[in-house]
């Protein structure tokens, strides 16, 4: 998890689903606000990036969204869609990075985390990442 929230922290964008189904076990009190903390700081220190949330219903109504503090910033960078009914899917989180060690040759790369399964916390979950290109 740490590696995850080490890149949230280097995306220039985050497209990300958290999608679960009614009898979803939710995420440990410590991995929740982990999550939330990473999501604050990077809405703080992006205000030209872009985070995507696709969430099923219930996940939008969850502690996460509610609890989220960013200050006085505009949230123009968050864009948040709702399904209307959860499914079973594997969830996953595709983030573009910049290469800032650089300053005359800045590149982005993609790398996507997988494996979030909707009736699992993420904590029992195999969580996956890849950066192949093709893969991305």
């Known amino acids: 998890m740490d590696h995850y929230i080490r890149d949230i922290n280097n995306a220039v964008s985050v497209k990300k689903t958290f999608i679960s ?4 076990r939710s995420d440990s009190s410590d991995i929740e606000d982990k999550m939330r903390e990473a999501h604050e700081n990077w809405l703080k220190k992006n205000p030209n990036g872009q985070w995507i949330d ?5 996940d939008f109504y969850f502690d996460r969204f509610r609890k989220i503090k960013t200050g006085n910033i505009s949230l ?3 864009l948040v869609y ?3 009914e959860g499914t079973k899917v594997i969830n996953f989180t595709i983030l573009d990075i910049s290469d800032t060690t650089s300053n005359t040759n800045k590149s982005n790369s993609k790398i996507v985390y997988f494996g ?12 996956f990442r890849s950066s192949n290109i093709n893969f991305v």
Request: hydrophobic residues 35%.
């Open 54 to 58: 696709i969430v099923s219903y219930s």
């Open 82 to 84: 709702i399904l209307r």
């Open 76 to 78: 123009r960078n968050h």
């Open 21 to 24: 189904t009614p009898q979803a």
């Open 116 to 127: 979030w399964l909707p009736d699992q916390a993420s904590d029992k979950s195999a969580i």
